[in-house]
């Protein structure tokens, strides 16, 4: 670089790798070692693979707010803080994983989209002088087996995965609301739309366990969820006991939905333990686990899985009553 570039680089500033897709199939690791053993590379720096594409593609775009595109990128990343259906994860984290033969990396993800524009002016002209505008969207999970790129989660399985491995923030979740709309409420919403409600999530706690029951694997996720309602669409009266009740219900519904998605992609499709159920079962059955490390990559995926959620909803909002309701009822 430096028989192109006037300044000598200096890498202690970077925030982000990013890793092509092609490559990350490969396998990575090789490529890494330079970043972990170099006195200068940062161990703090997020991971993330360009999902569909290679690492230079992915640059040079900011379709945020942010000018620079660097920065567009770490801020998306960031927004981890905001919303639980985004993986962020360090080298450190990431190498941590690989070393650890019971708990498979993941890293975050960066795609390119295309922008949906507006009929405004300004954006027709930019579309047609510059080509298909385009977006990045830091959505999903990327799942390796040791150093190679396995597949991808979704943003719901991702929002699974981490009510499992403890690390969700902030985000809502939305789920259909528990009662069914009468029948003008189902016309003036419409046929096609079901009444959908949603809870905001203030705090989270996962206790994962591990289990041999006849010889069968069992893993354990208890759940527990605090939350404020943040819609509810349809004629269900939350001032009520059993109307709360029933709503918490259904978030809490909604969370093993999502779970189990995680888990099912990771076991079926993926066959990788991303969620550390093998470091969980080192520790607890030590003697056990020196017998079948070697193989715990065929047993992860013949285990079972039960979820237990509860959802305390600690606030309602400004009102705990439906807003559509007829006055004097």
């Known amino acids: 670089a430096t028989l192109n570039f006037d300044r000598k680089l200096f890498v202690s500033h970077t925030k982000v790798y990013i890793i092509g897709e092609e490559l990350a199939k490969k396998g990575m690791i090789d490529y890494i070692d330079f970043l972990q053993r170099d006195q200068e590379h ?23 707010v942010e000018d620079i595109p660097g920065n567009y990128i770490l801020q998306l990343i960031e927004n981890k803080k905001y919303t639980s259906k985004i993986t962020q994860i360090t080298l450190f984290e990431y190498l941590r994983n690989y070393y650890d033969v019971g708990w498979q990396p993941i890293v975050g993800v960066i795609e390119k989209k295309e922008k949906k524009l507006t009929n405004k002016p300004e954006d027709i002209i930019a579309d047609k002088s510059k080509g298909t505008v385009h977006e990045l969207s830091s959505e999903g999970t990327a799942a390796f087996h040791r150093e190679k790129l396995v597949g991808y989660l979704n943003g719901e399985e991702t929002r699974g995965l981490n009510f499992i491995i403890g690390k969700i923030k902030d985000g809502v979740i939305q789920f259909p609301t528990p009662t069914p709309p009468s029948p003008s409420e189902a016309a003036s919403i419409g046929k096609t739309i079901n009444p959908m409600s949603v809870v905001e999530i203030v705090k989270t706690k996962t206790k994962n366990d591990i289990e041999i029951v006849d010889g069968e694997i069992m893993f354990k996720a208890k759940i527990t969820l605090k939350g404020i309602v943040g819609e509810v669409i349809g004629d269900l009266d939350i001032s009520k006991e059993e109307g709360l009740e029933a709503l918490q219900n259904a978030c809490a519904k909604e969370i093993e939905k999502e779970v189990e998605k995680a888990f099912i992609k990771a076991q079926k499709d993926l066959k990788s333990d991303i969620f550390g159920f093998g470091a969980l079962f080192h520790k607890k059955y030590p003697k056990r686990w ?28 400004l009102t705990d009553v439906p807003t559509k309701r007829v006055k004097g009822k």
């Open 42 to 64: 940062r161990e703090t720096a997020y991971v993330v693979v360009a999902k569909g594409s290679k690492a230079y593609d992915v640059m040079g775009i900011s379709g945020g």
């Open 290 to 317: 020196a017998k079948i490390k070697d193989n715990w990559h065929d047993i992860f995926q013949e285990a079972n899985l039960d979820v237990e959620v509860n959802v305390d909803i600690v606030r309602t909002g």
